[in-house]
Structure formats: structure tokens, C-alpha cells
């Protein structure tokens, strides 16, 4: 799937563009723009618009002074549920009225979530901003809420990109702090001494990611070792060098994080994302109109199908009561000719079948003689007839298949089974002669 990542930060805005599968990712391409010299932030959204092609998924993340958060704990472990109790347990924590924000959260490990929120107004400005440039975002978050994802991240370690400080736990994010200016050595110490003071465990190194942060690099006065992260091995096909690597390595950690279902979504309530329900609908419209159609055409052919059939029947009905009045002129009209043809057609049948079975069992009569006990089954199936009968030994049934050859032009005798008495049972089947019908 394709996603199309636009980061808005103070001074300049940076789009890249990823193909992701779950085995490979491609980066198929990236801008950035400055926000000075009467730049604005929808001059940029019109320009990166002006260049979309395709359909990808489009993800706006806005800058991390805009979100807050705090670390509750929750008896739950299902997401969804945990953001329907959210508004109730932030309820009188917070100094704004929840029914003014969007809140989300993360889960941060041993029954604690990190709830997320943001002012509604600042989350509908900048959607209505990008509509109307013509790239309206599907959802809408922050960068530093993907920061877990990030390539060659450890699971545990506290980060910095110059503006935002956050610690991982785990691989999740446990605390930021986030700030419209620049973050200093001595402001990062003294957050990261306070969290030690309220019992939280501090990680063991500083990692320093994106351009913002070159100038923490080998700063003075941090309480952790830092270290700036590096292309891992395994993404070099996607940055080609260091600078590419620190400018969009969190826009790809975003990517990650959405395709994974793990980044927190701003777009919810009456900020929600409805063009895809909007577009489903007029699909799902199209769809029911041509079932419709199909429906509909489908009951006219039948019922052309029927009509012609009808008049088939009706001429075949005329032409019945012709040939009856032909066969039977002195008859009057009968109600139904069909049936009394039929039933003519079947005495006749009967009567030439009941005449010529008759003179088979009379054959078989003078053929058996005094050596065949009896016949008491026999069964004439067009030229096929099948007898079973008793015989006095196995020789007479031999003996009455050859008084049979006048009349069957082939007889063959079947399993002959001896009785205590000394007689036996036998069957036998053969082919009529034409002449003996």
C-alpha cells in the first residue's frame, strides 16, 4: 500500500512518499518546504497536491507542541474500549473540557495507557486547510507517537529530535514532552532528572534523531550519554546517505506505524474521515443499480423465454386436436385430445406387449418338458428375457437351454444352486429371435 507522510513542523514542511508491502519498502520520493519568504503552510499543501498522482494514504502529521498527554492506568486491554472510557477518566484532570479536544491513546505496557489529546480547533484548521488545497488527509497525528518504530531504534532509550523529548519502554512510547522552541541540553537534563525524582527508571543512553537534533550532538551538561541514530544496514536501498537518513527517517517510521494499525488517529467524532465512506456508498450504489438492471433483465428474458415456450405448447396443443379429429372424425370434441391420444396410444402398446409376452411363456411351456420342476419367474424386457425356475439336476437345466435355441439367438445359463433333495435352482437370460416377436 502506498502512504503519503507530510510532516509540518515551525519553518518548513517535508512529504515523502512510501510503497510498503510486508516484505519490502520503497521510497518513491520526497519534498520539502520552506515556510519563509511568503511561503505559507497552503502554499506547501498546494504544491505537494499539485504533484500527487494515485491514490496513496494520506497521513498529516502535525507538529508535537499541539498534543499533550498523561499516563493513566486502566483495568482493560482491549484499545477501543480503553478510548471510550478515556473522556470520563480525563474528565476534571486536565484544565480544558474534554468535549473541546480529540483524545487517543497508546498502550504503554503493565495496564498503563498513554492518553493522547489535542485541541479540536487546531486538529479542523489544519484539515480544512489541506481540502481545500485538494489533499485531505485520512488521518491525522504526530510524528513523535511512531517514534517506536523508527529503523535501528533501541527498545529502550530516551529520544530527541530537538523539539521533543520521549521515552521508550519496550519499543512503546511511556512519556514526551514537546515544546515550540528549541530544546536545550540543560532543559532535557532537568525533565530527565525530574522523571527520575517520581520513581521513573531513566534508560541508559540519549538517542538523537532528525535534523533538528545535530546541535545536542556532543552537547555538555546531558545527564545521558548521546548518540545520534544511524542508517541501519537494512535500509540503505531507502536513504542513500546520512541526510536523507535524519530528515525522513521519521516519516518512514509513520508509515510503518499506520500499516502496522499502531499510530494514534485525530480524526475521530465530527473530525472523522467520511470521503471513504462517501466514495464506498456511491460504489456500493453503482453496484445495487446494475444488480437492479441485472435483475431486471434477467426477469424479461424469462419472460420471454416463457412467452415463446407458451406458444409452443399452444401450437403443438392445435396440432394435436388436428391429427384427433383426423384419427377419431366421428368422435366429438373431446376435453382434453392430449390425454385421450395418450391413453389410445397406450392400449395399443399394451395390448401388442400383453399378445407377445403371452406367446414367449407358451414356448416356454412345450420347452421345458417333464425335466423342469417349473418356471416361477419370468421377466421380457424388449428382446431381453430372464427366467429363474426349478429343474430336476443341473444336466435338465442344460437340457432346456438347448430346447430354447429355435426361438433365442443367444441363452446363457447363470448360477445354479443344488438343494438337499437333489434338485436344483437356475437362472437363465438370452436374446428373442426378431422372428419370435
Same mark, same amino acid.
Given at each position: 500500500? #502506498?502512504?503519503? &507522510?507530510?510532516?509540518?513542523?515551525?519553518?518548513?514542511?517535508?512529504?515523502?512518499?512510501?510503497?510498503?508491502?510486508? =516484505?519490502?519498502?520503497?521510497?518513491?520520493?520526497?519534498? !520539502?518546504? #520552506?515556510?519563509?519568504?511568503?511561503?505559507?503552510?497552503?502554499? /506547501?499543501?498546494?504544491?505537494?497536491?499539485?504533484?500527487?498522482?494515485?491514490?496513496?494514504?494520506?497521513?498529516?502529521?502535525?507538529? !508535537?507542541?499541539?498534543?499533550?498527554?498523561?499516563?493513566?492506568?486502566?483495568? @482493560?486491554?482491549?484499545? *477501543?474500549?480503553?478510548?471510550?472510557?478515556?473522556?470520563?477518566?480525563?474528565?476534571?484532570?486536565?484544565?480544558?473540557?474534554?468535549?473541546?479536544?480529540?483524545?487517543?491513546? $497508546?498502550?504503554?505496557?503493565?495496564?498503563?495507557?498513554?492518553?493522547?489529546?489535542?485541541?479540536?480547533?487546531?486538529?479542523?484548521?489544519?484539515?480544512?486547510?489541506?481540502?481545500?488545497?485538494?489533499?485531505?488527509?485520512?488521518?491525522?497525528?504526530?510524528?513523535?507517537?511512531?517514534?517506536?518504530?523508527?529503523?535501528?531504534?533501541?527498545?529502550?532509550?530516551?529520544?530527541?529530535?530537538?523539539?521533543?523529548?520521549?521515552?521508550?519502554?519496550?519499543?512503546?512510547?511511556?512519556?514526551?514532552?514537546?515544546?515550540?522552541?528549541?530544546?536545550?541540553?540543560?532543559? &532535557?537534563?532537568?525533565?530527565? %532528572? /525530574?522523571?527520575?525524582?517520581?520513581?521513573?527508571?531513566?534508560?541508559?543512553?540519549?538517542?538523537?534523531?532528525?535534523?533538528?537534533?545535530?546541535?545536542?550532538?556532543?552537547?555538555?551538561?546531558?545527564?545521558?550519554?548521546?548518540?545520534?541514530?544511524?542508517?541501519?544496514?537494512?535500509?540503505?536501498?531507502?536513504?542513500?546517505?546520512?541526510?536523507?537518513?535524519?530528515?525522513?527517517?521519521?516519516?518512514?517510521?509513520?508509515?510503518?506505524?499506520?500499516?502496522?494499525?499502531?499510530?494514534?488517529?485525530? =480524526?475521530?467524532?465530527?473530525?472523522?474521515?467520511?470521503?471513504?465512506?462517501?466514495?464506498? =456508498?456511491?460504489?456500493?450504489?453503482?453496484?445495487?443499480?446494475?444488480?437492479?438492471?441485472?435483475?431486471?433483465?434477467?426477469?424479461?428474458?424469462? @419472460?420471454?423465454?416463457?412467452?415463446?415456450?407458451? %406458444?409452443?405448447?399452444?401450437?403443438?396443443?392445435? %396440432?394435436?386436436?388436428?391429427?384427433?379429429?383426423?384419427?377419431?372424425?366421428? *368422435?366429438?370434441?373431446?376435453?382434453? #385430445?392430449? +390425454?385421450?391420444?395418450?391413453?389410445?396410444?397406450?392400449?395399443?402398446?399394451?395390448?401388442?406387449?400383453?399378445?407377445?409376452?403371452?406367446?414367449?411363456?407358451?414356448?416356454?411351456?412345450?420347452?421345458?418338458?417333464?425335466? &423342469?420342476?417349473?418356471?416361477?419367474?419370468?421377466?421380457?424386457?424388449? *428382446?431381453?428375457? *430372464?427366467?429363474?425356475?426349478?429343474?430336476?439336476?443341473?444336466?435338465?437345466?442344460?437340457?432346456?437351454?438347448?430346447?430354447?435355441?429355435?426361438?433365442? +439367438?443367444?441363452?446363457?445359463?447363470?448360477?445354479?444352486?443344488?438343494?438337499?433333495?437333489?434338485?436344483?435352482?437356475?437362472? $437363465?437370460?438370452?436374446?428373442?429371435?426378431?422372428?419370435?416377436?
Amino acid at each position: 500500500m #502506498e502512504y503519503l &507522510i507530510i510532516n509540518v513542523e515551525e519553518k518548513v514542511v517535508t512529504s515523502a512518499r512510501f510503497e510498503l508491502s510486508r =516484505r519490502s519498502a520503497i521510497l518513491l520520493g520526497a519534498a !520539502s518546504f #520552506e515556510l519563509e519568504d511568503g511561503v505559507t503552510l497552503a502554499d /506547501a499543501a498546494r504544491q505537494i497536491a499539485g504533484g500527487l498522482n494515485g491514490s496513496p494514504r494520506v497521513v498529516l502529521c502535525l507538529p !508535537s507542541h499541539l498534543f499533550a498527554q498523561r499516563l493513566v492506568a486502566l483495568p @482493560l486491554t482491549d484499545l *477501543r474500549k480503553v478510548r471510550e472510557v478515556m473522556p470520563s477518566q480525563l474528565q476534571g484532570e486536565i484544565a480544558l473540557p474534554v468535549e473541546e479536544l480529540v483524545l487517543d491513546a $497508546l498502550p504503554a505496557g503493565e495496564g498503563h495507557f498513554l492518553a493522547l489529546w489535542a485541541r479540536k480547533s487546531d486538529i479542523s484548521h489544519a484539515v480544512d486547510l489541506f481540502r481545500e488545497a485538494g489533499i485531505e488527509p485520512q488521518v491525522v497525528s504526530c510524528q513523535l507517537f511512531a517514534w517506536g518504530c523508527l529503523p535501528g531504534i533501541p527498545e529502550e532509550c530516551a529520544v530527541c529530535d530537538g523539539s521533543a523529548l520521549a521515552l521508550l519502554a519496550g519499543g512503546r512510547l511511556t512519556f514526551f514532552q514537546a515544546s515550540d522552541t528549541p530544546l536545550t541540553p540543560p532543559r &532535557i537534563s532537568a525533565t530527565l %532528572s /525530574a522523571l527520575e525524582l517520581t520513581g521513573s527508571r531513566l534508560p541508559a543512553r540519549l538517542t538523537l534523531v532528525g535534523t533538528g537534533s545535530a546541535a545536542l550532538a556532543g552537547s555538555d551538561g546531558l545527564v545521558l550519554p548521546a548518540e545520534q541514530l544511524t542508517v541501519p544496514p537494512d535500509t540503505g536501498h531507502l536513504f542513500k546517505n546520512e541526510a536523507t537518513f535524519q530528515q525522513l527517517a521519521g516519516l518512514y517510521a509513520v508509515a510503518k506505524a499506520s500499516q502496522a494499525g499502531a499510530l494514534p488517529d485525530f =480524526r475521530q467524532g465530527e473530525l472523522a474521515w467520511t470521503a471513504g465512506d462517501a466514495l464506498t =456508498r456511491r460504489k456500493l450504489l453503482i453496484t445495487g443499480v446494475l444488480a437492479a438492471v441485472f435483475i431486471v433483465l434477467l426477469f424479461v428474458s424469462k @419472460l420471454l423465454q416463457y412467452s415463446a415456450v407458451n %406458444s409452443d405448447i399452444n401450437s403443438l396443443n392445435k %396440432s394435436i386436436s388436428a391429427i384427433y379429429r383426423e384419427v377419431f372424425p366421428t *368422435r366429438a370434441k373431446a376435453v382434453d #385430445e392430449v +390425454s385421450e391420444i395418450r391413453g389410445e396410444i397406450r392400449k395399443l402398446a399394451g395390448a401388442d406387449t400383453s399378445s407377445g409376452f403371452l406367446d414367449i411363456l407358451k414356448k416356454l411351456a412345450e420347452a421345458k418338458g417333464t425335466t &423342469i420342476n417349473g418356471l416361477y419367474e419370468a421377466e421380457l424386457e424388449g *428382446r431381453s428375457l *430372464r427366467i429363474k425356475g426349478d429343474a430336476r439336476s443341473a444336466q435338465a437345466a442344460g437340457e432346456f437351454k438347448a430346447a430354447l435355441a429355435p426361438f433365442m +439367438s443367444s441363452a446363457e445359463l447363470g448360477e445354479v444352486k443344488s438343494r438337499a433333495d437333489g434338485t436344483v435352482s437356475f437362472s $437363465l437370460t438370452g436374446t428373442l429371435k426378431e422372428a419370435a416377436r
